[in-house]
C-alpha cells in the first residue's frame, strides 16, 4: 500500500488542523494505521493509532483529548484531528500502516508515507 499524508501547516497556538492519510493501491480499513512525528533534533515519536475497524485507538499521552484519529472509508483515508495545538506540537508528521498489529512501536508499521509538517506559532 502506498500512504501519503496530508494537511500540514502553520497555525497558531491553540489552533486546530487536520491531517489525513490517503491510500492508493489498497484499501486502506485492510490496514492498522498509525501518526507518527519528528520535531527538529528529536527522534520520531508515536502520536495515535487506530485499528483495522476503527473501533480501537491509542493515543500518545502528551495528545490525548486534544488529538482525534479516525476512519473515513469513503475517502479510503485516516485522520488526525489536531485541535488545542501547542508549539511542542510542531514536527513532521508522518502516516504508517501494518497488517495487523495496534502499537506504538515504530519498527511494527511496514509501510510509510512522506510527512507532512505542522508548524505552531506562539
Known amino acids: 500500500v502506498q500512504l501519503q499524508a496530508s494537511g500540514g501547516g502553520l497555525v497558531q497556538a491553540g489552533g486546530s488542523l487536520r491531517l489525513s492519510c490517503a491510500a492508493s493501491g489498497r484499501t486502506i480499513s485492510n490496514y492498522v494505521i498509525a501518526w507518527f512525528r519528528q520535531a527538529p533534533g528529536k527522534e520520531r515519536e508515536f502520536v495515535a493509532t487506530?485499528?483495522?475497524?476503527?473501533?480501537?485507538?491509542r493515543y500518545a499521552d502528551s495528545v490525548k483529548g486534544r488529538f482525534t484519529i479516525s476512519r473515513d472509508s469513503a475517502e479510503n483515508t485516516v485522520l488526525l484531528q489536531m485541535n488545542s495545538l501547542k508549539p511542542e506540537d510542531t514536527a513532521v508528521y508522518y502516516c504508517?500502516?501494518?497488517?495487523?498489529?495496534?502499537?506504538?512501536?515504530?519498527?511494527?508499521?511496514?509501510?510509510w508515507g512522506q510527512g507532512t509538517l505542522v508548524t505552531v506559532s506562539s
Open positions: 504508517a500502516a501494518d497488517d495487523y498489529f495496534l502499537s506504538s512501536r515504530s519498527d511494527e508499521y511496514d509501510y
Open positions: 487506530i485499528s483495522r475497524s476503527g473501533t480501537s485507538t
